[in-house]
């Protein structure tokens, strides 16, 4: 082999293992774990139940068992008992370009006898409960430095002064809400020892600086004696980190693929086989023939009467029920060039994140082979 051969034989073997790093690399599913408070911000304190020390205990069992699977990459905002800024937390998030953020609290009340877990999405609830969960939660920035410079514009008093903060919520809103889903109703299955509380919406600092898919989890109220033992139990603390990894996981084999085989699950595996809910069937079959373009507006758990008054006097909205989400749309076109007004309509109306989908006989389609 002469010396040309021997070089070319060299650059080849590098590009194939540049080229498979690459490839591996693409398929490493990032996830950043987020234990909350920390140091000197303890939580919620009863009883010798601490929050800041069971959301850490929490946290590493999830990853534990997450770090089992060789495709999925974990992030930690800590793994000791040190204090992060509210920021950071989502900013470490953001480095490593993960794919989804999750933050992991407990709850607490002056009623002793609340209890169940909560896995809240980013929104601007205007439930006083949602709202006060918020409060509590914000209020850690009170203990950073210059939080006021920081956080200028935001009152942690008042999560509602979120409003006035820009949102990038509704871009992932759909992914976030499907991801807590998928924790409360794993949570569902610990019944016998903590209550499920669903899926809500509240104005999080912590998510809103987080621009990926993110929750935060409130595994269950350290006030309530009862639940509380079990969340500062090892054993409590177990069932709930394979409850909230199994769901990470099924968010995984459903947006990401499987990949290399996935850890042995806890309890039996339920059937992921996707199914379309009958409302979609419905929409897909009465839908006319051909592509057409719709602007959605929002995403949201909540049901929203058609009204032009609801949506910043749009008319012609329309709504799909999927997946435990309502979906908002404005508009339906066959013309790309009159879609893309009806996007700038929406979006001069206050609807920022909205953007234009492409149906083919019903069928969602990537909105570039619709143009194409």
């Known amino acids: 082999m002469n010396r040309f051969n021997k070089i070319k034989v060299i650059f080849t073997f590098f590009l194939t293992i540049m080229s498979f790093c690459a490839y591996s690399q693409s398929n490493v599913f990032k996830v950043t774990l987020d234990a909350g408070h920390g140091d000197h911000d303890f939580g919620a304190v009863y009883s ?80 006083a409960s949602n709202l006060e969960a918020a409060k509590k939660e914000n209020s850690v920035i009170t203990l950073e430095k210059d939080y006021k410079r920081k956080y200028e514009g935001f009152d942690p008093n008042s999560p509602e002064s ?34 499920q509380g669903g899926v809500k919406q509240a104005p ?23 639940e509380g033992n079990v969340l500062n139990s090892d054993e409590g603390q177990d069932e709930i980190a394979k409850a909230i990894a199994e769901a990470i996981l099924g968010y995984k084999r459903e947006y990401f693929g499987s990949g290399a085989p996935e850890i042995a699950e806890a309890r039996p595996a339920k059937d992921t086989t996707p199914t379309k809910p009958k409302a979609v069937e419905a929409a897909v079959k ?44 404005y508009q339906e076109t066959s013309d790309y060039e009159a879609a893309k007004k009806y996007l700038q309509e929406a979006k001069d109306k206050g609807y920022g994140a909205s953007f234009l989908i492409a149906n083919k006989d ?11």
């Open 362 to 372: 019903g069928e969602k389609i990537n909105i570039q082979d619709a143009i194409k």
């Open 162 to 195: 979120m409003i006035g903060i820009t949102l990038m919520q509704e871009e992932y809103l759909d992914n976030s809400i499907s991801l807590a889903s998928k924790i409360e109703d794993n949570f569902e299955e610990l019944g016998k020892k903590i209550r």
């Open 204 to 226: 999080f600092m912590v998510l809103h600086k987080a621009y990926m898919p993110r929750v935060l989890v409130e595994t269950g109220f350290v006030s309530n004696p009862t």
């Open 48 to 127: 010798g139940r601490i929050e800041k020390n069971i959301a850490l205990a929490i946290v590493l069992k999830v990853g534990k068992i997450l770090e089992l699977n060789p495709n999925v990459d974990v992030i930690y905002t800590r793994k000791t008992d040190v204090f992060i800024d509210l920021v950071e937390r989502a900013n470490i998030a953001n480095r490593a370009n993960s794919n989804i953020f999750v933050s992991i609290h407990c709850n607490a009340n002056k009623n002793t006898a609340a209890d169940g877990t909560e896995t809240y999405v980013m929104g601007l609830s205007k439930t």
């Open 286 to 329: 009465n839908a006319p023939k051909g592509i057409f373009f719709k602007v959605q507006l929002i995403a949201s758990i909540k049901k929203t009467p058609l009204e032009p008054k609801n949506f910043k006097g749009l008319k012609n909205v329309t709504m799909l029920y999927e997946n435990n989400i309502y979906k908002y749309f």
